[in-house]
């Protein structure tokens, strides 16, 4: 009947559209979409499977009404409606008169231009990374703790569902060579599980788990004018929407990743980590995006065998996210790294590129200060006096040791002009038994004091001209006796410089040798 019903809808919708190429259907495995002018109609196939049950009419329509009610929180100009589809089926209207056989959700079209998948294949937005990263961080930020968070993410379920996608792809991977592979992930990603009940608790006890969006892939964004969009969360399964927020996060670095755009993903993931503070996410952050590619590999090889299939390519895309799975249990040994310099020198900009170089983890002193004293809150104290700025320093080094034992590479924007400061950090490497290295960040005062100038209002750093005179008449140099590798860097050549590899290579091959040989 569903496929009567189709026909007919889709003959109604033509003979009201002037142009036919304006008209259209695309059919998935669980749905069918008609395309009409500015409308789309999303229209559930009447299927139960191991993951979804849209059986009966009462099932589609209640999901209809899901879909509709948690997309709306991320795009609502998208989601318009729950319809009715009246009968008989060869006579189907959408809200007619006839009785009820089945529902659509009614949707804005929009264009496949805007796409994250497509706009991803174009040279990229210079703010990407900050438009993707606000608009994960906001919605999550948004999500309060449901009765579906005291029912899902505990421990056991994220371990069993990951311990079932690994036994399904050792019965889907073809090549002996990545059995090997797999197995060795496996083994890995089922102790480290066990390794991480107690976060995984945690985390869970502090509200993490939420209803989130559950498929967040770049083929589920829209990226239009600088607004980023996210649509198609899951509907069919509260147990794969009530998730950890990084598990949801993990799933658009994971893609990304695998997309080849690696320091994008780097950059999201800071974006992420400075709107949210959740720097306590990077202890499960490896895991989620292991269990996310394992996922993907799983999903390219069951479609391998289907009709119509290109088994060739699948296996070809599953390999690429094994090999991103493979990687998250042995990503090298951290390091910390502090960048040195005064205001408007800019570290930040700069360090972010680094910190992409380095997949690591940037941690920004004026975002920091912000979070401890307030940003522009003129009844705060002084951001700037010795106490704010000891606090700040003491957060920075709270940061960097969480990073660095959760096996992340710590990358501390600051200034640190004094001698006392750096003694603190350079003690820090020492007790977390890691490599240390410095970015020397050298600007004329002139350009320094132009930069300030411009940037007033328009960035996490309050600092001022003031600031300014003020660090450079009391800043200590860098000494000869203090350890650690230092890199200077001109930061007066172009932003787009730092993007390469080549400036910081000296002092990532200090920091891990090992890898910049294979580089």
Same mark, same amino acid.
């Given at each position: 009947?569903? %496929?009567?019903?189709?026909?007919?809808?889709?003959r109604?919708?033509?003979?009201?559209?002037?142009?036919?190429?304006?008209?259209? %259907?695309?059919?998935?495995h669980?749905?069918?979409?008609?395309?009409?002018?500015q409308?789309?109609?999303?229209?559930?196939?009447?299927?139960?499977? $191991?993951f979804?049950?849209?059986?009966?009419?009462?099932?589609?329509?209640?999901?209809?009404?899901?879909?509709?009610?948690?997309?709306?929180r991320?795009?609502?100009? +998208?989601?318009? $409606?729950?319809?009715?589809?009246?009968?008989?089926?060869?006579?189907?209207?959408?809200?007619?008169r006839?009785?009820?056989?089945?529902?659509?959700?009614?949707?804005?079209?929009?264009?496949?231009?805007?796409? %994250?998948?497509?706009?991803?294949?174009?040279? +990229?937005?210079?703010?990407l990374?900050?438009a993707?990263?606000?608009?994960v /961080?906001?919605?999550?930020?948004s999500? *309060?703790?449901?009765?579906?968070?005291?029912?899902?993410?505990?421990?056991?379920?994220?371990r069993?569902?990951?311990?079932?996608?690994?036994?399904?792809? @050792?019965?889907?991977v073809?090549?002996? $060579?990545? #059995?090997? &592979?797999?197995?060795?992930?496996?083994?890995?990603?089922?102790?480290?599980?066990?390794?991480?009940?107690?976060?995984?608790?945690?985390?869970?006890?502090?509200? &993490?788990?939420?209803?989130?969006?559950?498929?967040?892939?770049c083929?589920?964004?829209?990226?239009?004018?600088?607004?980023?969009r996210l649509?198609?969360g899951?509907e069919f399964?509260?147990?794969?929407?009530?998730?950890?927020?990084?598990?949801?996060?993990?799933?658009?670095?994971?893609?990304?990743?695998?997309?080849?755009?690696?320091?994008?993903?780097?950059?999201?993931?800071? &974006?992420?980590?400075?709107?949210?503070?959740?720097?306590?996410?990077?202890?499960?952050?490896?895991?989620?995006?292991?269990? *996310?590619?394992?996922?993907?590999?799983?999903?390219?090889?069951m479609?391998?065998?289907?009709?119509g299939?290109?088994?060739?390519?699948?296996?070809?895309?599953?390999?690429?996210?094994?090999?991103?799975?493979?990687?998250?249990?042995g990503?090298?040994?951290?390091? +910390?790294?502090?960048?040195?310099?005064? @205001?408007?020198?800019?570290?930040?900009?700069?360090?972010?590129?680094?910190?992409?170089?380095?997949?690591?983890?940037?941690?920004?002193?004026?975002?920091e200060?912000? *979070? %401890?004293?307030?940003?522009?809150?003129?009844? #705060?104290?002084?951001?700037? @006096?010795?106490?704010? @700025?000891?606090?700040?320093?003491?957060?920075?080094?709270?940061l960097a040791?969480?990073?660095?034992?959760?096996?992340?590479?710590?990358?501390?924007?600051?200034?640190?002009l #004094?001698r006392?400061r750096r003694a603190?950090?350079?003690?820090?490497?020492?007790?977390?038994?890691?490599?240390?290295?410095?970015?020397?960040?050298?600007?004329?005062p002139?350009?320094?004091?132009? &930069?300030?100038r411009?940037?007033?209002?328009?960035? /996490?750093?309050?600092?001022?001209?003031?600031?300014?005179?003020?660090?450079i008449?009391?800043?200590?140099?860098?000494?000869?006796?203090e350890?650690?590798?230092?890199?200077?860097?001109?930061?007066?050549?172009?932003?787009?410089?730092?993007?390469?590899?080549?400036?910081?290579?000296?002092?990532?091959?200090?920091?891990?040798?090992? *890898?910049?040989?294979?580089?």
């Open positions: 009947m569903q %496929l009567r019903m189709i026909e007919a809808l889709g109604r919708l033509s003979a009201n559209q002037p142009d036919a190429a304006e008209t259209g %259907l695309i059919e998935t669980i749905s069918w979409i008609l395309l009409a002018g409308e789309a109609f999303k229209i559930k196939k009447a299927v139960g499977l $191991d979804l049950d849209y059986s009966t009419l009462e099932d589609r329509r209640f999901f209809c009404q899901e879909e509709l009610r948690l997309n709306r991320t795009a609502p100009e +998208l989601y318009l $409606d729950v319809l009715p589809i009246t009968g008989p089926a060869e006579e189907a209207a959408f809200d007619g006839g009785p009820v056989i089945d529902y659509a959700v009614h949707m804005r079209r929009f264009a496949p231009d805007g796409l %994250l998948t497509t706009v991803l294949e174009r040279p +990229l937005p210079a703010d990374a900050a993707l990263a606000s608009a /961080a906001g919605f999550h930020q999500l *309060r703790r449901g009765r579906g968070s005291s029912l899902h993410g505990l421990p056991e379920e994220i069993n569902a990951t311990s079932e996608v690994c036994a399904s792809l @050792s019965a889907l073809p090549r002996a $060579d990545s #059995q090997h &592979r797999l197995r060795d992930v496996s083994q890995w990603i089922e102790a480290e599980g066990e390794r991480l009940d107690c976060v995984f608790a945690a985390r869970r006890q502090a509200g &993490r788990v939420r209803e989130c969006h559950g498929d967040l892939h083929g589920n964004i829209i990226v239009r004018e600088g607004r980023v649509f198609d899951i399964s509260a147990s794969l929407r009530f998730i950890d927020v990084i598990d949801d996060l993990a799933f658009l670095l994971m893609d990304l990743q695998a997309r080849g755009h690696a320091p994008l993903a780097n950059a999201c993931l800071n &974006r992420y980590l400075e709107a949210t503070a959740d720097y306590d996410g990077l202890r499960v952050l490896r895991y989620y995006v292991a269990y *996310r590619a394992l996922v993907r590999a799983m999903v390219e090889l479609q391998a065998h289907g009709a299939a290109a088994p060739e390519r699948a296996e070809r895309r599953a390999a690429t996210y094994l090999d991103i799975a493979d990687r998250q249990r990503p090298g040994r951290p390091a +910390l790294v502090l960048t040195h310099g005064f @205001s408007g020198a800019g570290k930040s900009s700069l360090s972010l590129a680094l910190a992409g170089h380095l997949d690591g983890i940037r941690l920004r002193a004026d975002v200060r912000g *979070r %401890l004293f307030g940003v522009g809150d003129a009844s #705060q104290p002084d951001k700037y @006096s010795a106490h704010a @700025s000891e606090a700040t320093y003491e957060q920075l080094a709270h040791t969480l990073c660095a034992s959760s096996g992340w590479t710590a990358l501390v924007d600051a200034t640190f #004094q006392t603190r950090f350079h003690a820090l490497a020492g007790e977390l038994g890691v490599p240390l290295g410095l970015v020397d960040f050298q600007a004329p002139e350009l320094l004091a132009e &930069r300030i411009a940037r007033m209002g328009r960035d /996490a750093s309050e600092a001022d001209l003031s600031v300014l005179r003020s660090q008449a009391s800043a200590d140099p860098l000494g000869e006796d350890p650690g590798f230092v890199l200077p860097y001109d930061a007066t050549r172009p932003l787009a410089d730092a993007a390469q590899r080549a400036p910081w290579q000296p002092l990532l091959a200090h920091l891990c040798p090992a *890898r910049e040989a294979r580089a």
